[in-house]
């Protein structure tokens, strides 16, 4: 499996594993993000299996993972790690986080897999579904963040 940043070249392909892989339609937020750069992708054998976007904007100028989505038939085949731990790498902070929604069980157990720990959660961002934040210390970073 190959990591790299995503390019504008990729975004066709990166849009069908949005679609294949999330209920939501993040499109908008995705082709922003590999304009800027913040986009990462997951290849096996050289076709992008999945995303990940780090970004900065919220948790308090902490380093946040936006968004993960893997293709449905990459599943279970460690793509989600690969790519949590890619950007653990590319982290600024010690201190690195992401969320999920509550019904998103399988995220939530992907999160819990890679060390993250539960962090408190944020009602009305969808209706009946709160978001829960997870959050993880990273070791090997400096005393970076609060």
Same mark, same amino acid.
């Given at each position: 499996?190959?990591?790299?940043?995503?390019?504008?070249?990729?975004?066709?392909?990166?849009?069908?594993?949005?679609?294949?892989?999330?209920?939501?339609?993040?499109?908008?937020?995705?082709?922003?993000?590999?304009?800027?750069?913040?986009?990462?992708?997951?290849?096996?054998? +050289?076709? !992008?299996?999945? &995303?990940?976007? $780090?970004?900065?904007?919220?948790? *308090?100028?902490?380093?946040?993972?936006?968004?993960? #989505?893997?293709?449905?038939?990459?599943?279970?085949?460690?793509?989600?790690? +690969?790519? !949590?731990?890619? &950007?653990?790498? $590319?982290?600024?902070?010690?201190? *690195?986080?992401?969320?999920?929604?509550?019904?998103? #069980?399988?995220?939530?157990?992907?999160?819990?897999?890679?060390?993250?720990?539960?962090?408190?959660?944020?009602?009305?961002?969808?209706?009946?579904?709160?978001?829960?934040?997870?959050?993880?210390?990273?070791?090997?970073?400096?005393?970076?963040?609060?």
């Amino acid at each position: 499996m190959e990591i790299k940043k995503a390019t504008p070249k990729d975004l066709p392909v990166i849009l069908e594993v949005m679609k294949a892989g999330s209920n939501a339609d993040h499109t908008e937020f995705i082709k922003q993000s590999v304009r800027s750069g913040q986009c990462q992708v997951a290849l096996i054998d +050289a076709n !992008i299996v999945g &995303l990940a976007i $780090l970004g900065t904007s919220l948790m *308090f100028h902490q380093e946040f993972m936006e968004l993960l #989505i893997v293709h449905p038939d990459y599943w279970r085949r460690r793509v989600a790690t +690969a790519l !949590i731990k890619h &950007l653990e790498s $590319l982290c600024q902070t010690r201190k *690195f986080f992401t969320s999920t929604n509550q019904s998103n #069980i399988p995220a939530q157990k992907t999160y819990e897999a890679n060390g993250f720990t539960r962090s408190g959660y944020i009602e009305n961002l969808d209706e009946g579904d709160p978001e829960i934040i997870y959050f993880k210390l990273l070791s090997n970073k400096g005393g970076g963040g609060r």
